[in-house]
């Protein structure tokens, strides 16, 4: 090769292959950068920060393993993990059923695109917004919910001021925000399953809670895992909803982990001990993630 | 995703809010920026800066307003990005954290704030701005006291005179004269009174008395603060900087058993009734009929006087002391503002100077005239006094005759405030929610003891 290359009048061509790695990295410069100054440098400054005492004002003073010794310690920061996990189980459980049925409708019902299209509106309000609607709805005394709940005769609901209903009723407000969302994302993964096998299943007299069993869900499962990991990843990280509607009341029953590290590190300058926190929630999401990739399989198909 | 977390909370806002930092508020070419909190006091004080700018041609005052639960946010990244003002509103609940944190000047070093007296003042409000170290970290502005707010009709139509709650007493045991009138105005919804038989506590369409919640925010200030020190209780061994706790005291803990149970006898809203965690204030409890009276602060006077029912028909509401208790006294939590100057200002001889003419006659006076909050100097008090009873025919004399008659308590300054309000507060939602009982807080005061041997 070598030889051919130097005896080759026109010798062009391994210069050209540089230049694509060049180009290449000009092209994923961009990303690159900010995947390096806004995520991986945050973290490794995040996990440094959490062997020192921080206060924001004064440099950070390195005080070893203190903060994960207090954060064992922590009957609140325990509290507040198997608050999420709580909350993660109904929003997770909720909004997949939910989404599940709403993407087998759109697709074996309907060809409708604003239909479709309807089902994404929740997602195009922010979660502030979608807190503050539901917040006034919900409102024990004067929110329509509850006026409506009372004019059948029934007890008004405390729906976020009660710990037995918040951590549902904010579970069921994020689901309604973004059970579209993961339709949409479902509705892709159906759109690949052929349409020769749901004929294949007719012929064979199969019915349709048969073929959505023995077809759909199987070959979904890809799918159905990597919308799993991202909804999975994002329900542990709620926030907004609880900020705004509850502050983590009443007493610590919706003091999720994400509004405690919050509190923490603004409201009380501890920076050390809430980034600790946030190397734990890292530690669990990772371990989640990992687990989930391996039970549902996710890289590979039974389409092949 | 967790990536962003760590980013938002340790270097993300340093990098992103530092970068904003250039179009930051820090007051140049003699501009100096002022906040507060309070949308009713903007007006007075925007009379007191055209006074101070009239009078110092050179400099001028931008006066920013946010809400309170903002206000502190943005302050506290304004001191992280640079971006904090010249001079800000500052409570006491704060400001013992920020001195620790090094983000306010000492008064004292600055020219025109370096003489304030403490005699100018209502007695006991300058100290309370003096830190550890002795350096005075606020001039003072204003003062505040709790009084029973309550509505005439309702007094009217239980057959109540409004004279009776000039001398109301309370105990511990039975609740006294006070849990009686309580008792007697509290309405269910078949039209039965609290005191009468046959009535049901379990459907109340009007509560005796008003909730503001469980009080973990501020001791119990507009709650239970005022019952619990007319039986003698304190907060702390000393105040301020107190370091030793007394929660676990009976005079607290039986006066809290009598206080939350008025709940449990339905005279006073449950905590899902007055929305939790996002509760309703006594204001909007008077004005929907949801309670008769209830304990607030003299900084909502002008708020009450200007409520008006679903028609938009006016309220009458009228104002009592609080309640004498067990020590033959009232009491009433003694709380004041100050204005502070920032480390971060770049000009602090001109931003003195606004304090300065802030803590001074002409504007306090002018503060009195605009009748919304007490002004820290005795003179300007009476022209509040003064303005309520001409322009609003409303008897302000149940807040100051508490200051006269030297019944009131200073807010309890310490340290660690942050960490205190983060126990405290779900710790005694859960007392008044009734998911806990009241000795649990024997347990959260050793917790509280704790904080000042670990973390000092």
Redesign the interface.
């Known amino acids: 090769m070598a030889l051919s290359a130097t005896t080759r009048p026109d010798s062009t061509r391994p210069a050209k292959k540089r230049d694509d790695t060049r180009l290449a990295l000009l092209f994923i410069a961009p990303a690159l950068i900010g995947f390096l100054?806004?995520?991986?440098?945050?973290?490794l400054?995040?996990?440094y920060?959490s062997f020192t005492k921080f206060?924001?004002?004064?440099p950070p003073e390195f005080n070893g393993l203190d903060n994960y010794v207090r954060m064992v310690q922590d009957p609140v920061f325990w509290n507040s993990m198997r608050v999420t996990v709580y909350y993660v189980f109904v929003n997770i459980v909720l909004q997949t059923a939910i989404a599940l049925v709403i993407a087998v409708m759109m697709q074996r019902l309907t060809r409708r695109t604003w239909l479709r299209g309807a089902v994404l509106t929740p997602y195009l309000v922010s979660n502030v917004v979608a807190a503050m609607v539901f917040?006034w709805i919900l409102?024990?005394?004067?929110g329509i919910g509850n006026t409506v709940i009372a004019a059948l005769g029934l007890d008004r609901i405390?729906f976020?001021?009660?710990?037995a209903w918040v951590i549902p009723t904010i579970a069921a407000i994020n689901v309604w925000r973004h059970v579209g969302y993961t339709a949409l994302l479902i509705f892709a993964g159906l759109q690949t399953i052929p349409e020769t096998m749901y004929e294949a299943g007719r012929m064979d007299g199969a019915s349709e809670p048969r073929m959505f069993r023995s077809i759909t869900v199987p070959l979904l499962r890809p799918v159905l895992g990597l919308v799993l990991i991202i909804t999975v990843?994002?329900s542990f990280?709620v926030f907004d909803t609880v900020a705004i509607?509850?502050?983590?009341?009443?007493?610590?029953s919706s003091?999720v982990l994400?509004y405690y590290?919050?509190?923490?590190?603004?409201?009380?300058?501890q920076?050390g001990y809430?980034?600790a926190m946030?190397?734990a929630?890292?530690l669990v999401?990772v371990i989640i993630t990992f687990v989930q990739y391996r039970v549902t399989r996710a890289d590979s198909s039974d389409l092949n | 995703?967790?990536?962003?977390?760590?980013?938002a909370?340790?270097?993300?806002?340093?990098?992103l809010l530092t970068a904003c930092g250039g179009a930051g508020t820090g007051g140049r070419d003699g501009t100096i920026e002022y906040w507060l909190w309070d949308s009713g006091q903007q007006p007075g004080y925007q009379k007191c800066a055209d006074a101070f700018q009239h009078q110092n041609p050179g400099l001028r005052i931008n006066i920013s307003q946010y809400g309170w639960d903002s206000y502190w946010?943005k302050l506290?990244s304004g001191?992280?990005a640079d971006t904090a003002p010249d001079v800000f509103t500052d409570h006491l609940a704060r400001f013992a954290?920020y001195v620790d944190?090094?983000?306010l000047r000492p008064l004292d070093d600055l020219g025109p704030t370096s003489d304030i007296q403490d005699g100018d003042y209502q007695q006991g409000l300058a100290e309370l701005w003096k830190g550890q170290d002795g350096k005075r970290y606020g001039a003072p502005k204003d003062w505040d006291t709790v009084a029973l707010f309550y509505d005439k009709a309702a007094l009217t139509a239980a057959g109540v005179d409004p004279a009776q709650l000039q001398n109301l007493s309370w105990n511990p045991q039975d609740g006294g004269t006070f849990e009686k009138l309580v008792a007697h105005l509290t309405i269910d919804s078949n039209g039965v009174r609290g005191d009468e038989p046959g009535f049901d506590k379990t459907r109340v369409k009007t509560h005796g008395l008003a909730s503001e919640g469980a009080g973990g925010g501020g001791w119990g200030q507009t709650q239970w603060s005022a019952f619990a020190a007319s039986a003698g209780w304190q907060v702390t061994d000393k105040n301020p900087w107190g370091t030793h706790f007394n929660l676990d005291q009976p005079a607290l803990q039986d006066t809290l058993t009598w206080y939350f149970g008025l709940k449990d006898k339905g005279y006073l809203p449950t905590?899902?009734?007055i929305?939790?965690?996002?509760s309703?204030g006594t204001d909007k409890q008077i004005q929907?009929g949801?309670a008769a009276m209830g304990i607030s602060g003299s900084w909502m006077i002008s708020t009450f006087s200007k409520l008006t029912d679903a028609n938009g028909n006016k309220l009458d509401i009228a104002i009592a002391p609080t309640p004498i208790g067990p020590t033959g006294k009232r009491a009433s939590m003694f709380n004041g503002l100050a204005d502070s100057v920032t480390t971060l200002s770049k000009q602090p001889e001109n931003a003195a100077k606004w304090v300065k003419f802030m803590s001074g006659e002409q504007c306090q006076d002018l503060i009195g005239q605009s009748g919304v909050v007490f002004p820290a100097r005795p003179r300007a008090t009476d022209l509040a006094i003064a303005y309520n009873k001409t322009e609003r025919q409303l008897d302000v004399t149940p807040f100051t005759n508490q200051v006269r008659d030297k019944t009131t308590f200073l807010f309890p300054v310490t340290t660690n405030a942050?960490?205190i309000t983060?126990l405290l507060q779900?710790?005694l939602?859960?007392v008044y929610?009734g998911?806990?009982p009241v000795s649990s807080l024997t347990g959260l005061n050793n917790q509280l003891n704790d904080l000042f041997k670990v973390a000092q």
């Open positions: 100054v806004f995520m991986v440098w945050p973290t400054r995040g996990i920060l206060n924001l004002l004064t917040l409102d024990y005394q004067l405390p976020l001021s009660s710990d990843v994002g990280q509607a509850t502050r983590g009341g009443p007493v610590d003091r994400q590290i919050y509190d923490v590190a603004f409201g009380r300058f920076f809430a980034s946030s190397v929630l890292l999401l | 995703m967790t990536r962003r977390l760590l980013a909370a340790a270097a993300l806002t340093l990098t946010s506290t001191f992280i954290q944190l090094k983000v905590y899902a009734e929305g939790g965690s996002n309703i929907s949801i942050a960490d983060a779900p710790r939602d859960a929610i998911s806990k």
